[in-house]
């Protein structure tokens, strides 16, 4: 556990340096007529899931070099995730991975993540792999589809874990289900690419109707890995179609990294926006493909001008949904990545906020595409971070998150506590 | 006018081997339980129009290198059309662009086309240049879009035109309009996504009520170009939600190169097909954007597997939509180059054909990967041309169309009629 | 012309801003240990060149729509120009295009050029369309291809052309010649690929003969357009193989927009710096293709790498390349377009310059990938833009380069001047 | 083992129906005035390695689901090719990948082979995971990096363990080592892009020092995963420029799906042959990114034009290079698979071997695109099945090799011998 003291002592060194940022950049914003403290607190009010699944040293196909230290139960998957809450303020709550995340006791877990300040997100089921728990001890396989295979008895194996995933979830106080699916071919004419999605339609069409009134379902789109030739749900036009076929309650899902090379993911965010069908989002960055790189480290611009998106469909503000981020810590200690990824939200966020929507509007009436870009890029362009690190640090958080996590040696006390050989469960 | 006895004459020297190729194919699939006269009788029924904006040569904004003798009137296109189907057997009609195709008489036209055994396929309007016509003589402009302007004048004529070309279709005997908008912006905050689409859904709505009742009206979505940071109808996702928010005489259409890099196009097509809202094609292939390429000459497979997504949606057989070849001839005469690109479709709608459903099906349900691969591949690697060929001969066509147009001297009968210098309108 | 104290009139009503913004900036800075004049002098020192033929509007092969007051013979060019550099301070040289621009009198055009602050730099060639002057009245023709054609005349006719240009650049004081080829092919087959790259080395080889001891000559390479299946000079291995086989005065020029989706560009930067044959750049930004964009409208991020790169390769300072503002002005007034690429070149410049190299470098020796980021991060989120303001207002030019344009009327008065229909060549 | 009589039994049934179409397939070929027997003599030749670890179901990083019956020792896995050869005839060595394949008496495994009609392909060393063998029981880890990495150490255990495995070939009877590096970083930052390949090019001339005269050393590049931002060995200019700093036994391997989306791979082949550093192919196809498919499944004429550019390089005939199938089995058997992706390799040197040479050059020296492409399209259009059938069959091998290894109960009987639950290692 690291005590809000241990943070604060953290930040005792960097304070006089942060209050002195802070000043001169809430100046020049009075300059422009704008309040820092409103930015700070819709900066303090924001947070965007953990997910369970990163908390360990991610991998890929070729291997995966173990951190240490990783936790080795969902009850030490609990406290990291507090640790990480802890220097940064804006991560209070936790989306789930079942089978991985399997509690014995739900109730405990539910308690104990309130008494750590956490939150259940959104649940998050697995029919990507063969699990004792989903396929029955091995009495079905997802090894061609789960929702799309053709054997009725997989399909019925997916329904019956999506539907344990929804009433598990309802113990731990989550209220809502993500469904990635893997489901999907890489052969051509491995399987009738219409069946499938009717396949896919009809067995989520079984998990919808299990779902509580103050539920929602989440499709999210992926167009490939695992799946190299055709993924069922691969774009956002065929997750609108599922959440049309569902029902209300069925909302897309955006990962930001699953998507085609040179995709405008900023005018994807608007359309579902506009059809009230956006649900939620997975936040990581990439270059090539789903590479679940740290939020903002690849094209910080694209975040800012994404998570604008998001504040323009909120009216102003940043709109209620299922914020999480989602990323594969290969190299770096996960914790130190997500409290990284955090932060960059934090930036975009306040950046979004600067803009100044009503000279934005005046240019584009009047065609002007220079002001336009320019407004855009005025608000990018400005340094929020003093004021993240004050809404951090009014949240009781770190002014230098990293630098807090490392100052109270988390790591080394967890490669203590838990030994160097841990690994987590997770991609 | 190429005659059918110049034809036949161009026939004469290959007919021994070509008969005698034929005869080996048809033994060949009779081994395999398929009836060579089948596949050549749908061959025979097949066509695909013409664009009349692709008679002259293509370019680049980098330049364009005319090939001589291009068409100078309508009139002049139609001819060169009538050529192309002389020695296809399969370029029964032609597509106009208007305002480059605004016919004075519009009656002759159609007159004429018919006397020249063609009809009038899909009209396509043009809001992505500043033309007399269009722009009521420079009192308004597309420069900053047409129905997505925020200007409602601009919105006004967009709409104008559209009904007009309309209008001009039901005189031509036309029964669709295909719209590509060029709606978009190069810059982040030159517009605001959302409303550019809620006013293109607005106009095509005004459009769409002009329609007669057998008409159809097919949206076409392209991610880029040239529009180069957002393009309002991007994606089939939007493309979909604008014939939804039409009606049931809205369908989309797909052309081969309006895709970003690595998509699924065999998917989209089915995606489309299974709500019933696939309305046509414009078929050519690309390798890197929209390069208007040769049908079938970068990627042969993926025009396969699109043609047999076609004939599954058509029960067996090619569905009644509206194909079009769409291309941009650089480098190569026009009349060849769109000769080229209707026998590699022919070659893709045999091969399509030769697929052995049943088979595949059981192969799906097993979730036989290698199988079902292979069932495609069997039919894709068997060389269709001399049944092609046959129903080319068999519809008074030539057995090698490019051999045909060179034998008969049409190009250099045209410089010599239009002269070199003549330049075609179109792209 | 736009003289100085009109300038400074619109730098008036921000100065007081400004001030207090570069004060507080500047104390940002020092508590960080790093002098803002030091950034400020490096960012004066800065300059890219205009290119003469993105001074007009650009277009696509779907249109042009013209921005009235366009310069319509070099001359004008040249004042264009001049009032980019008027407002932005680091626009202090001009790149020419032949036969775009082939002046009478070439030692006019210098001295003309000098008495605006304008040095020439590199002259680039075209032998990508057939112009009187490069084709032989019509006698040879570039289109299928020019250096890679199989026909030694119009190998000849293009070794002649750059040649030519070579000596129009020692008139004019410049200092090197740019090749960008469109040779290439658009369909397989076209041509021989290896026989094509023998060709352009054997005919570059005798312009690089041609080549003044104190010239460079930079090969720029370009995956595709307007060839768009193959192309000669494809990538940065092909570049650096011509490079190669030249001699020690060719380098290769980058392109941002001439790269496959998702290449790593700041890579290529650093592979090109190490064998010492980066030569230049054409700066712009995109998002499909080779859009043309303003510099850092899309990716801001990746400029700033890719700029980082160099200021390592210059050991902590720009180094003497041939930099220069590459963009198709579609939809802005070109000249506030590359007033705005301008800017987006001097922040990313600021930024790099405060990369913490020592810090960045015991990060990496020790495998802290969290803390290298950061680095790199910390220098690209801080707001350069009060010290290039700053180093604009020092260097004569603009606080707010597009205001000024505006607030001088500048284009008012060239529509006034030059006609509302003038259009400038380029593309 | 499958003898050869066993597979004459398969052949039985389908003898009669191929000698039918193997015989009209040669009458066709002698029309156009080509010997079939020349090419089924061209394929008997061919033959192109299995990979070791391409024996066992592959995965991502999302899961894996075994076959079955998968070889648990490097015998097991010999004895998998050799059952792959006896169907298709050209499949006659095999490429180890160490440590996976690290045997004890490398002297027995080579008369192993030997007995088994298999020779032992180029070496494979691994870098990219920490192995007790290579990392030193631990001491070291390749976490962040091999040859690249800051820490000398971890350079120096990858130097031995790659000279370790070129001593381990030359007791095999190997003659090549191939050396792909996961070396790369995914974070912008991570590492000095310049100082990783200067450190790779160093470590690499130890290896390279190490070579037996004989031998050669392929560099085999890769552009992204598992690395996610920055990959040293990235491109083919990358690997040509370590190559040139080895030395002339120093050649470049081309992966087919270890290039950017819409690279030109033939054109990266004809570079690279044309200064003679092509060593090497590891053949698969891809839709998206190293998707590792079946040959030829996914764009056979990409994989048509390749081989064209082989056949060009060796004067007409299939030049003496490392040709491997490099795929990952998902959701095929893997003997199945690799024995379609043979079948596949043999339809395109079949189909670039019919390529008239002749009659292409007068095209392209004429500019006669249309043509060009025409005789291309010709070649590939063939269906050269029978050939390739029929070049098997002589070779002792099967006319269907898929349907024989059903046929003879392979699988079944693996999985009786090994179980089902045994896993072999491989990716």
């Given at each position: 556990m690291i005590e809000p003291e241990r943070v604060e002592a953290q930040n005792t060194t960097l304070l006089a340096g942060h209050e002195a940022d802070l000043e001169a950049v809430a100046a020049c914003l009075e300059r422009r007529g704008i309040d820092a403290e409103v930015v700070i607190g819709a900066l303090q009010a924001f947070s965007a899931a953990a997910p369970s699944w990163a908390l360990g040293t991610g991998g890929t196909r070729f291997g995966r070099f173990p951190t240490g230290g990783e936790p080795r139960t969902?009850?030490?998957?609990?406290?990291?995730?507090?640790?990480?809450?802890?220097?940064?303020g804006a991560t209070r709550s936790v989306s789930l991975h079942v089978p991985w995340d399997l509690p014995r006791d739900p109730g405990a877990i539910r308690e104990r993540a309130a008494s750590l300040g956490l939150a259940i997100d959104a649940m998050n089921s697995n029919t990507f792999q063969d699990n004792p728990e989903t396929t029955q001890d091995g009495k079905v396989s997802f090894k061609h589809g789960s929702f799309a295979n053709p054997d009725p008895a997989v399909r019925e194996a997916a329904v019956a874990h999506n539907t344990a995933v929804i009433d598990l979830g309802v113990e731990l106080g989550s209220r809502a289900i993500t469904i990635w699916l893997a489901d999907g071919i890489n052969h051509p004419g491995q399987a009738d690419l219409r069946r499938q999605f009717e396949r896919v339609l009809e067995g989520l069409r079984e998990v919808y109707a299990h779902l509580p009134p103050d539920w929602e379902l989440y499709t999210e789109h992926k167009p490939f890995e695992p799946a190299f030739y055709a993924t069922v749900n691969a774009d956002w036009g065929s997750s609108l179609l599922l959440a049309q076929g569902l029902g209300p309650q069925a909302k897309c899902l955006v990962d930001l990294g699953h998507h085609l090379p040179n995709a405008n993911i900023e005018q994807i965010v608007a359309r579902l926006a506009m059809v009230d069908r956006l649900g939620g989002f997975h936040f990581n960055d990439s270059k090539y493909g789903d590479d679940d790189l740290t939020v903002g480290s690849i094209d910080p611009y694209q975040l800012f001008l994404i998570v604008r998106e998001l504040v323009a469909y909120g009216g102003g503000r940043m709109p209620e949904l299922a914020y999480m981020i989602d990323q594969s810590c290969n190299v770096k200690d996960p914790l130190e990545?997500?409290?990284?990824?955090?932060?960059?939200?934090?930036?975009a966020v306040g950046q979004a906020l600067l803009v100044d929507g009503t000279a934005l509007a005046v240019a584009q009436d009047e065609g002007d595409a220079a002001m336009g870009e320019a407004i855009?890029?005025?608000?990018?362009?400005?340094?929020?971070g003093?004021?993240?690190?004050?809404?951090?640090?009014?949240?009781?958080?770190?002014?230098?998150?990293v630098g807090a996590l490392r100052g109270v040696g988390y790591r080394r006390a967890r490669i203590a506590e838990r030994g160097a050989a841990a690994v987590a469960t997770g991609l």
């Open positions: 969902l009850e030490e998957k609990l406290e990291d995730v507090a640790a990480i809450n802890a220097v940064t990545d997500i409290a990284q990824s955090t932060v960059a939200l934090q930036h855009l890029q005025r608000a990018f362009r400005f340094d929020v003093p004021l993240a690190a004050e809404a951090r640090r009014r949240n009781g958080a770190a002014i230098d998150p």
